[in-house]
């Protein structure tokens, strides 16, 4: 069984409003819940770890560093954000990709990084609207994950976001259809490669999830829960997700 996960990406947004908003999610999650996750900018951090302290709510990076530390300015190493208290990282997201040229082989390093910072890595992978159109959609998907994933993942330290790029913050999501096809080939691909492992591994959808949409993705056999950007930012939007992947 694998447990289901929300995981929340602030993205470049966070004030003092937003932590108000953090502290109403924490303080309204019973113990049993799913899992649930919010990755605020580095900034916020060790002040979003503070707050949900007494909560079921944990607290992830956005992205990491592939080095352990040294003359990258701007830049944070896995192990600074663990040691923030954070217990997880965003890596791969098509924002980075796109903004700072990461190729998949920075993004696997990304990942090795994390794991050495014994952080759980959130691997973004997904394509673009003209790889959506175009016949080899899977084929693509597929070849992105096999590249960005190290060998030795396991269920336990590792998660998968499936967001197709075109999705991200528009509005639009692709068909049921569409998503458990997708979320289906990353299941095979996962055990061909992991083995029995590769079955404890969880698959996220991620590009606008909302209230209004959420029960209908999380009826997909091989959808473990969401990678939420906008919807994330309220605690009022955020909960029906979650309680929603609770009922599914
Ligand atoms: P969105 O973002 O929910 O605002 O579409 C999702 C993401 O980028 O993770």
């Given at each position: 069984?694998?447990?289901?996960?929300a995981a929340g990406n602030w993205k470049?947004n966070g004030n003092a409003e937003l932590m108000e908003e953090l502290s109403t999610l924490a303080a309204a999650q019973p113990?049993?819940g799913p899992?649930i996750l919010i990755c605020p900018?580095?900034?916020?951090?060790?002040?979003a770890?503070?707050v949900t302290?007494?909560s079921p709510v944990?607290?992830?990076?956005?992205?990491?560093?592939?080095?352990?530390?040294?003359?990258?300015?701007?830049?944070?190493?896995?192990?600074?954000?663990?040691?923030?208290?954070?217990?997880?990282?965003?890596?791969?997201?098509?924002?980075?990709?796109?903004?700072?040229?990461?190729?998949?082989?920075?993004?696997?390093?990304?990942?090795?990084?994390?794991?050495?910072?014994?952080?759980?890595?959130?691997?973004?992978?997904?394509?673009?609207?003209?790889?959506?159109?175009?016949?080899?959609?899977?084929?693509?998907?597929?070849?992105?994950?096999?590249?960005?994933?190290?060998?030795?993942?396991?269920?336990?330290?590792?998660?998968?976001?499936?967001?197709?790029?075109?999705?991200?913050g528009?509005g639009?999501?692709?068909?049921?259809?569409?998503?458990?096809?997708?979320?289906?080939?990353?299941?095979?691909?996962?055990?061909?490669?992991?083995?029995?492992?590769?079955?404890?591994?969880?698959?996220?959808?991620?590009?606008s999830v909302k209230p209004t949409n959420a029960a209908?993705i999380f009826?997909?056999?091989?959808?473990?829960g969401a990678l939420v950007g906008g919807a994330s930012l309220k605690a009022a939007d955020f909960q029906p997700i979650i309680d929603a992947l609770a009922k599914?």
């Amino acid at each position: 069984m694998r447990r289901s996960l929300a995981a929340g990406n602030w993205k470049m947004n966070g004030n003092a409003e937003l932590m108000e908003e953090l502290s109403t999610l924490a303080a309204a999650q019973p113990d049993a819940g799913p899992d649930i996750l919010i990755c605020p900018p580095a900034t916020l951090l060790s002040q979003a770890v503070e707050v949900t302290q007494n909560s079921p709510v944990r607290i992830g990076g956005q992205d990491c560093h592939a080095a352990p530390k040294g003359a990258h300015t701007g830049d944070i190493s896995a192990q600074m954000v663990k040691d923030t208290g954070a217990s997880a990282v965003i890596v791969g997201h098509s924002e980075r990709r796109a903004d700072h040229h990461e190729a998949d082989s920075d993004i696997r390093a990304k990942v090795e990084a994390a794991w050495a910072a014994d952080l759980l890595a959130i691997l973004c992978i997904g394509e673009s609207e003209d790889e959506r159109m175009g016949p080899d959609t899977l084929d693509i998907i597929a070849a992105q994950l096999d590249a960005s994933m190290p060998d030795g993942a396991t269920g336990e330290t590792l998660v998968i976001a499936y967001e197709p790029i075109w999705a991200i913050g528009t509005g639009r999501v692709p068909t049921l259809e569409q998503i458990i096809e997708t979320h289906d080939m990353i299941r095979d691909r996962l055990v061909a490669r992991f083995g029995a492992e590769g079955d404890k591994i969880r698959i996220l959808y991620g590009g606008s999830v909302k209230p209004t949409n959420a029960a209908e993705i999380f009826t997909a056999q091989n959808v473990d829960g969401a990678l939420v950007g906008g919807a994330s930012l309220k605690a009022a939007d955020f909960q029906p997700i979650i309680d929603a992947l609770a009922k599914a």
